[in-house]
């Protein structure tokens, strides 16, 4: 036998892309083919998640989202994350790459047009990350903006009643005995 490398018994390393989405941008689901059960997750991108330029959340008004095959035991722990309204986790394996990338879909239901972009994975995982932290950090300010407006409403009444107090004569008893 000669020195060529034919050993069959080497398997490549697959190495793992990890998301997380809020519970509702996956949609999970559970097909029959040839016999057996296949469980995908159609994950949407937020807008704002911008990766190599391109914002894959939102193109002309169009999300981009992304179909993961997921293993049985992925398929059951992300549908306990979503009853339980938890984040999901997703792990897209180097194995459901093409050439390195990922396929993000965008489909116009108006138009019936449908386009693919190829992204690279670790790209469209920060890029979705970043979304993420922009949209907590969106929330936080409204929620603080909201505290400091709920202070100076609950400061504004408390003047008010103290001026409508001043500002009322009190009633006058009435003396006069029956």
Known sequence: MSNENKNTNVKEE???????FFNNQVKLKV???????????D????????????DLGDQNGISGHMTVFLTEKQYFKAAEQKANGEQINVGLPSTQ???????????????KEARTIPVNPF????????????????????????????????????????LDGQSQATPAKDNLEH
């Open 97 to 111: 790459l093409k050439d390195g990338k990922i396929e993000v879909n965008f489909y116009n239901h108006e138009s």
């Open 31 to 41: 097909i029959e083919k040839d016999d057996r059960q296949m469980y995908l997750a």
């Open 14 to 20: 697959t190495t793992w892309t990890n998301f997380k």
């Open 43 to 54: 994950c949407r991108f937020m807008p704002g998640s911008v990766a190599n330029g391109i």
């Open 123 to 162: 790209a469209a995982s920060k890029a979705n990350k970043a979304a993420r932290d922009a949209f907590f950090e969106r929330k936080d300010a409204e929620r603080e903006q909201g505290k400091s407006l709920g202070a100076k409403t609950a400061s504004a009444r408390g003047a008010s009643e103290k």
